[in-house]
Nanobody, 121 residues
Framework: QVQLVESGGGLVQPGGSLRLSCAASGSIYSVGTMAWYRQAPGKGRELVASITSIHTTNYADSVKGRFTISRDNALKTVYLQMDRLKPEDTAVYSC???????????????WGEGTLVTVSS
């Protein structure tokens, strides 16, 4: 069974840093684009950053210059390094990955359950 498991959330003071990880496990033939989304209390879900299999990246304007997305294709893992965190970064962060379970399947999106990031003094 294919699944994505996030880790690394928690409480951090404004200006601090956190690193999120999201690992794909199960029967996986290929991994396409991987991405991080977030949903703040009372708001809709928004794309934070994405990275393709050849490491092309894309960021939301609100996190450019502060967050860095990266991936390890061998480990089927995507990371989000978050620096200079602000209270408005408080949200549940979820990863999404385009995964193909076998050579016979087209890729489809899988989601992790999410990890809470709280930025507060």
């Amino acid at each position: 069974q294919v699944q994505l498991v996030e880790s690394g959330g928690g409480l951090v003071q404004p200006g601090g840093s956190l690193r999120l990880s999201c690992a794909a496990s199960g029967s996986i033939y290929s991994v396409g684009t991987m991405a991080w989304y977030r949903q703040a209390p009372g708001k809709g879900r928004e794309l934070v950053a994405s990275i393709t299999s050849i490491h092309t990246t894309n960021y939301a304007d609100s996190v450019k210059g502060r967050f860095t997305i990266s991936r390890d294709n061998a480990l089927k893992t995507v990371y989000l390094q978050m620096d200079r965190l602000k209270p408005e970064d408080t949200a549940v962060y979820s990863c999404k990955a385009d995964l193909s379970p076998s050579i016979y399947d087209f890729g489809k999106d899988y989601w992790g359950e999410g990890t809470l990031v709280t930025v507060s003094s």
